[in-house]
């Protein structure tokens, strides 16, 4: 399985977010807000993948 939902950092803030991989201009949001710590974009890409934040984790682990 391929990432297709990835975090990132906003420039000059603390704050991250999720982002389709394809379109990585638009954040995305799910049931965490759009912007916020690393951990809850972390589970809105994993949110947005269709899979568990821990199946994610292992996913990103692998593609490192």
Same mark, same amino acid.
């Given at each position: 399985?391929?990432i297709t939902?990835?975090?990132?950092?906003e420039?000059g803030?603390k704050?991250?977010y999720?982002?389709?991989?394809? &379109?990585?201009?638009m954040?995305?949001?799910? &049931?965490?807000p759009?912007?916020?710590t690393?951990?809850?974009?972390?589970? &809105?890409?994993?949110? &947005?993948?269709?899979?568990?934040y821990k199946?994610?984790?292992?996913?990103?682990r692998v593609?490192a």
């Amino acid at each position: 399985m391929k990432i297709t939902f990835d975090v990132a950092k906003e420039k000059g803030s603390k704050r991250y977010y999720a982002f389709d991989v394809e &379109n990585p201009d638009m954040p995305v949001s799910g &049931n965490k807000p759009t912007y916020g710590t690393k951990k809850d974009a972390l589970h &809105n890409a994993a949110e &947005n993948m269709g899979i568990p934040y821990k199946e994610y984790m292992k996913l990103r682990r692998v593609a490192a």
